[in-house]
């Protein structure tokens, strides 16, 4: 809801600070005391299109900032995610600032934003009532989720948007198969020829790097068996290391048992000196005999690394990639040998995934008329009251026949309809009804959808414009009821209206030191006597009058607004 609303150099005041909290605020006053320059500044903080005259005279800038405390799952939050501004949780500033120059402005949580941006958070926070022309209400594009909000269709929306993304992933698959289908048929002879060459050579995973390592050592073959031979000549030259080593173990072996242990370390040494020249020896004449010098082998793995380098190049992969491509081409050249039968399944898994989607959605079709008849027997039960009791209202469902026209919200289009007139068609509600039925209208509907709509705080500038009585009676009665489930803020002539407020608050101007003064103040209970006295008798305050303006507040709660603001003007 609004909790703070802070106003700087707008129009006539030039400053202005009011805190709020939930429930029904009144506010009234004379014409032109300044009223709907509250209003004007509140639009300005919610992104509403600005004027340079709003700017107060003498001021450089006007600058109108609106709090917010809001439940921490408000779709608000969703919004500003989506935009980079991770708020979830925090309280919500919007702060507006306007130049002389007419340019503007945007801040939320003292983050630079677009003046678009703003406008879209301030419609999910805000809606005014009688003032502005962009109310949520009058655009269609609303109806569906309202409805559905009213129905408590969450469950059935939900089976439905899965069932449409399963069904147009189906579609995207079969697409994806025809097209490769048809690049298949259209290419046939090269995959023939690609798959018949590639299965010659059947190229194995790693081939490349053994080939080129046994390339490698067939041709540096004779360089390595000469190597070879000179250490085997080396070790056997003269008497040959080996038999050194054992000659040396012979000589030292009788006299050892003699000398107390001293030469058995030499003795093992010698041993196992022996024994790594044997194996050296050994390994010598194994590496020799594994050392191809045959150059047909040589010229053989040659011939198969370049034939799979050649391919690879030709197809324009790596040829680690070749035995993949071949799979490939595989594939494709036999989903056009098999007739299609891959198609056909995954057409069959779309005509399933469709028959998914339409059954959820005919069910949630289903639902929503009858939440629709619902919805309009209680305004239709609301507009008696409030003397539009001839009027229709009513949702119209239409179902969308177009494939392309479903989406994940299912194939209703929904748009609310009102005749104000026995036996006239019925239209939207901005074409048919006047200014002051449209405000009622709107009330009629707040009442019912209140607890179906996410926006906290609603704003009617006079609802109750051109009517008095019973009816000005029941607009109160409706607007305080509506304040048990959001935030209300009504603008009003009528003292039925205003005294179903938890709070009045009082605008007022006078010229002071050859300024006007715009001032705004809340009332405590006598002074709300004398306030709604005066709305029912003029200027001159009747006893009858006051008696009738006490008789109207009994029962109205106190408190709930605070707040004095002045402002001055040339």
């Known amino acids: 809801m609004l909790s703070r609303l802070s106003i700087r150099d707008v129009v006539l005041i030039e400053r202005l600070e009011l805190e709020f909290v939930s429930g029904l605020g009144v506010l009234t006053g004379e014409t032109g005391a300044g009223k709907s320059i509250l209003l004007d500044s509140l639009g300005l903080a919610l992104g509403a299109r600005a004027e340079a005259r709003l700017v107060r005279h003498g001021a450089d800038q006007a600058t109108a900032t609106a709090e917010f405390d809001l439940p921490p799952d408000h779709p608000v939050y969703a919004l500003l995610d989506e935009h980079g501004l991770a708020l979830a949780g925090e309280p919500l500033m919007l702060r507006r600032q306007l130049g002389v120059d007419g340019r503007s402005r945007a801040f939320i949580n003292d983050q630079s934003v677009s003046i678009g941006l703003l406008r879209q958070v301030g419609d999910e926070l805000v809606e005014v009532h009688g003032q502005f022309d962009n109310q949520r209400l009058l655009n269609p594009a609303t109806h569906l989720g309202l409805l559905d909000a009213h129905g408590g269709h969450g469950a059935f929306s939900a089976i439905v948007r899965t069932a449409f993304h399963a069904w147009r992933d ?85 006299v050892a048992q003699k ?13 196992q000196a022996a024994e790594s020249v044997a194996l050296a020896m050994s390994e010598l004449d194994i590496a020799a005999n594994r050392v191809d ?106 179902t969308l026949a177009e ?59 006079e609802v109750d414009s051109g009517i008095g009585g019973a009816v000005a009676d029941a607009v109160g009665q409706r607007l305080a009821q509506l304040g048990k489930s959001v935030q209300v803020l009504v603008v009003t002539h009528s003292p039925q209206v205003a005294a179903r407020g938890q709070v009045h608050l009082h605008v007022s101007k006078a010229e002071m030191g050859g300024q006007v003064r715009t001032s705004v103040r809340v009332l405590d209970a006598a002074e709300r006597a004398d306030e709604i006295a005066r709305m029912l008798a003029g200027e001159s305050i009747t006893h009858e009058a006051l008696a009738a303006a006490k008789s109207l507040l009994v029962g109205a709660a106190p408190g709930g607004v605070s707040g004095i603001a002045s402002g001055a003007a040339q």
């Not at 000398?259 to 041993?271: M, Y």
């Not at 010098?293 to 790596?318: G, I, S, T, Y």
Request: with cysteine; charged share 30%.
């Open 293 to 398: 010098l045959d150059p047909r082998h040589l010229e053989q793995v040659e011939e198969r690394l370049f034939a799979l380098r050649a391919l690879a190049r030709k197809h324009n992969v790596d040829v680690t990639a070749l035995a993949g491509l071949h799979n490939k081409l595989a594939r494709q050249l036999a989903g056009i040998e098999d007739g299609g039968q891959r198609l056909a399944a995954l057409k069959r898994a779309e005509l399933q995934a469709r028959a998914a989607y339409s059954e959820a959605a005919t069910k949630l079709s289903q639902a929503r008329k009858q939440a629709a008849n619902g919805l309009d027997i209680a305004v239709s039960r609301e507009l008696e009251p409030l003397k539009l009791g001839a009027a229709d209202f009513r949702t119209t469902i239409k």
């Open 403 to 461: 494939e392309h026209d479903w989406t994940e919200r299912g194939w209703d289009r929904v748009a609310f309809e009102v005749a104000t007139n026995v036996g006239a068609p019925a239209g939207p509600l901005n074409k048919i009804a006047s200014g002051g039925e449209l405000s009622r209208f709107m009330l009629a509907l707040k009442v019912v959808l209140a607890q179906a709509d996410p926006v906290p705080t609603l704003v009617f500038d």
């Open 259 to 271: 000398a107390e242990g001293l030469l058995d370390p030499a003795l093992k040494a010698l041993d």
């Open 170 to 254: 189906a579609v995207a698959e079969c697409q994806r198969a025809e097209d490769e289908m048809e690049a298949a048929r259209r290419d046939e002879e090269f995959l023939r020829h690609a798959v018949e060459e590639l299965g010659k050579i059947n190229p194995v995973e790693g081939e490349e790097e053994r080939l080129a390592h046994e390339r490698q050592m067939l041709m540096h073959g004779e360089k390595l068996i000469d190597a070879l031979n000179e250490a085997s000549k080396a070790l056997d030259s003269g008497h040959g290391v080996e038999r050194m080593l054992r000659d040396a173990v012979r000589v030292l072996d009788p």
